[in-house]
């Protein structure tokens, strides 16, 4: 079955940066990325999507990549600000009817 | 508007316990339907998923079961709570496989 390999477990960066989170999926088969961010103590809210017959897609100062070639995506963050402070999660769609979740990156944003 | 309700949003229950969280989805028609659960500062791993009425797959074997009754309800049992069923279970639902998941807002439960 699909495998979601997200790295890193943690990031910190200073406010202002950017941050990258890299995901790595098995699948050939799998066509539907999306990122959460889940804030402490709240559910995980989707920020951003992408389909496999799309190799980037931007919102704001967010954006996603996609090789499916190297079977990686990954979630980049410009100017980042003290509320980008949470749990990111990547995921993959299964054969089934499931979504495979990465382990999750706390990414901080320091002062 | 689709909305994804659970309850309760907080519970504390003794070790051999029974347990019912429910989940309900509005503003969609046969919803795939979601069971996760998230230990304190853990990834989310995936209990139970439902494709139709009374169709239930598991995924981790343990002393949980879910339930189906009706198109969008959706609800998750235990006859004895463990210590290790302690965590954050969050219900979500999709209009497909490759459809994005939404969250409810979950369930704390402490099991002491």
């Known amino acids: 079955g699909e495998n979601v390999e997200q790295h890193p477990s943690t990031l910190s960066v200073q406010e202002g940066d950017s941050a990258v989170i890299k995901c790595t999926y098995s699948?050939?088969?799998?066509?539907?990325f999306p990122w959460y961010k889940q804030e402490l103590g709240k559910r995980p809210q989707l920020i951003i999507d992408?389909?496999?017959?799309?190799g980037e897609k931007k919102d704001q100062r967010i954006a996603v990549t996609l090789n499916k070639t190297a079977k990686h995506f990954s979630l980049h963050i410009t100017e980042t600000q003290p509320e980008d402070s949470a749990v990111y999660f990547c995921?993959?769609?299964?054969?089934?009817?499931?979504?495979?979740f990465g382990k999750g990156t706390r990414l901080h944003i320091l002062p | 508007s689709q909305t994804i309700h659970q309850w309760p949003a907080t519970l504390v229950q003794p070790v051999g316990s029974p347990l019912s969280l429910e989940c309900t989805v509005e503003g969609t028609s046969n919803p795939n339907l979601y069971w996760y659960r998230q230990a304190a500062g853990r990834g989310l791993q995936l209990l139970f998923y439902?494709?139709?009425?009374?169709?239930i797959s598991s995924e981790v074997p343990q002393n949980l079961s879910a339930s189906r009754p009706q198109d969008r309800q959706f609800i998750l049992s235990s006859k004895k709570l463990l210590l290790s069923d302690s965590g954050f279970y969050l219900c979500a639902w999709s209009q497909g496989r490759t459809d994005t998941q939404y969250f409810g807002p979950g369930t704390r439960l402490t099991v002491l």
């Open positions: 992408i389909r496999s017959n799309v």
């Open positions: 995921a993959a769609s299964g054969r089934d009817d499931k979504i495979i």
């Open positions: 699948d050939s088969a799998s066509n539907y």
């Open positions: 439902s494709v139709g009425i009374g169709q």
